[in-house]
């Protein structure tokens, strides 16, 4: 319901055959067992109570290369222009359903092929497995709603476009699921080589694209797995940014040659790719954002995504995304530096100022263990201890809000306050606030090459290493722009 609404609700009891509350009020795994078990029913199988197919025996040798999930190429850290990204559809339950991966395919008796690129574990060639067979229906019936929502003309959250989306929204869960389920210890037709195989299937098929790529001239930039980066290389960029002729192209020859379908996902005016926070060269697979040709936006792993983060953090950040969207390529990003250093100035004195309203710097997070069993003096064991205090029942799982009211207190109970203790004196630290801010801008400013302190302390005159690779704001002294008076003499020193 979270995910696709009643639409996705009755779409999945539709396919599954369970009743609507049941599922509901269960794991979509429930759901694609439903699947199997109906499939194999009608046609004829055997079913079995339990699993009790183990894991073939392996030597450490054999271990280090099966047991392995996808492919992931490390991005190339920075911020790139004109850059397509291309993602396999459905990739794990396609090469289930077309390359008949299934628990009673996989190394088989009456076969001899070596069929699973890079392990040599057989495929059957003379007969369909039972959960190939089963899903394809269910892919079937998602390709058809994702080509309805492509013609669908009227919008809103009643429309047809909406409808077909939740549907194939609710699809896509119990396809992704219908993989994982492929290695669960407890799935009736579950089998580990075969989850195995299908990542063997995967990487192989990355590669190949990988190889398509660099024929056409395009470099990848990065790869997760079932979707890829790529853009012109160093000796094509002359040519300028790929038309779209020469994109179809690339789409065409990359279908042909893995056997899968692919989608156009986007090209983008210009994507960044974000570092490590704590080692600025080493790369983040899952930690970027871009605008796509037509403004809108691709945002992962920064602060705006992010739900543990107070409101008003995420709030500032995406009003930045939005100012950076408007430009068409990197000069006009760095062209509007000085308008964001002005916003992050005004957010740190209406911080300062004590203007913004204390419900958007709750920061909501989910306890991992019961309040009693912490034994760290982090912020939500604080204040999982203040709600154990005040006779509040809180239990792992639940999620808790509590505001930063004195970080480094040496009073540890006073640091934070749980959300339902505040009273109307309570008041934030607004430097604890002001230090998330600031690694929030950080993030944004990666794309115009611009590094700031994360620290909102007074700046030192003398100036410290990390001082010095910082670059001062791109108009007036920095401490005027600071709000920061000095004396013109220093002194002695």
């Not at 909501?364 to 005040?390: C, F, H, K, V």
Request: with cysteine; charged share 25%.
């Amino acid at each position: 319901m979270d995910h696709a609404g009643l639409e996705g609700l009755v779409e999945v009891t539709r396919v599954s055959r369970l009743p609507a509350q049941r599922v509901g009020r269960r794991s979509i795994g429930t759901g694609i067992t439903s699947i199997q078990l109906n499939h194999a029913f009608r046609e004829g199988y055997l079913i079995p109570w339990k699993k009790s197919v183990p894991e073939g025996w392996k030597s450490a040798l054999q271990l280090l290369s099966s047991d392995r999930g996808g492919l992931v190429y490390q991005p190339l850290v920075g911020a790139w222009e004109d850059v397509v990204e291309i993602d396999f559809v459905s990739m794990f339950p396609t090469i289930m359903a077309d390359f008949n991966v299934s628990p009673e395919t996989v190394n088989c008796r009456c076969c001899s092929n070596g069929g699973v690129p890079g392990l040599g574990y057989t495929i059957c060639e003379k007969r369909r497995g039972l959960v190939s067979r089963a899903l394809e229906p269910v892919i079937r019936k998602r390709v058809e709603y994702k080509r309805q929502r492509a013609v669908a003309r009227d919008g809103g959250e009643n429309g047809v476009a909406a409808v077909v989306d939740a549907r194939q929204t609710a699809l896509k869960w119990l396809l992704v699921c219908c993989f994982g389920y492929l290695g669960y210890r407890n799935a009736r037709f579950g089998r580990i080589e075969a989850h195995e195989a299908v990542c063997a299937f995967a990487r192989d098929r990355l590669l190949t694209a990988r190889e398509v790529c660099e024929r056409h001239g395009f470099r990848v930039l990065h790869a997760i797995v079932d979707c890829f980066w790529c853009q012109r290389d160093a000796d094509h960029a002359h040519l300028g940014p790929p038309t779209r002729e020469e994109i179809d192209a690339l789409c065409t020859d990359i279908r042909a040659a893995t056997g899968l379908p692919i989608a156009l996902e986007g090209v983008y005016r210009w994507i960044a790719f974000l570092p490590s926070r704590q080692d600025p060269a080493m790369p983040v697979p899952n930690r970027f954002f871009g605008v796509f040709e037509d403004g809108s936006m691709k945002i992962r792993g920064i602060e705006a995504r992010r739900h543990d983060l107070p409101p008003y953090i995420r709030r500032v950040q995406g009003g930045c995304l939005d100012m950076l969207a408007r430009a068409d390529n990197l000069e006009q990003c760095r062209a509007l530096l000085p308008d964001l250093m002005t916003r992050l100035a005004e957010c740190e004195n209406a911080l300062v100022r004590g203007e913004v309203p204390r419900d958007e710097l709750l920061i909501t997070q989910s306890l991992s263990r019961a309040p009693d069993e912490y034994t760290s003096n982090a912020m939500i064991a604080i204040a999982a201890r203040q709600g154990t205090m005040a006779g509040i029942n809180l239990r792992a799982g639940q999620s808790v809000s509590y505001l930063i009211t004195s970080r480094g207190d040496a009073d540890i109970m006073r640091r934070v306050c749980l959300a339902p203790l505040m009273q109307p004196e309570t008041t934030y630290d607004a430097t604890a606030y002001r230090r998330l801010l600031r690694r929030a801008f950080q993030s944004v400013l990666y794309v115009v090459g611009v590094e700031i302190d994360e620290e909102p302390e007074i700046p030192d005159t003398t100036p410290s290493r990390r001082n010095a690779r910082s670059k001062p704001p791109p108009r007036g002294d920095i401490f005027e722009w600071a709000g920061v008076s000095l004396e013109e003499d220093p002194g002695a020193p």
